[in-house]
């Protein structure tokens, strides 16, 4: 759990086949909130 006094840090997943996106997905569960998936197409 992240502590509401210190700034959420950004997160910046590459990729977003499965690992990518299982990742996020768990990022989520614990808390973050400030993530940003780059895919090569985009």
């Not at 499965?18 to 998936?37: D, E, K, P, W, Y």
């Amino acid at each position: 759990m992240l502590d509401p006094c210190k700034p959420e840090p950004t997160v910046v997943i590459i990729g977003a086949g499965m690992a990518g996106l299982s990742a996020a997905h768990r990022l989520v569960q614990c808390g973050f909130q400030n993530l940003t998936i780059l895919e090569a197409t985009d």
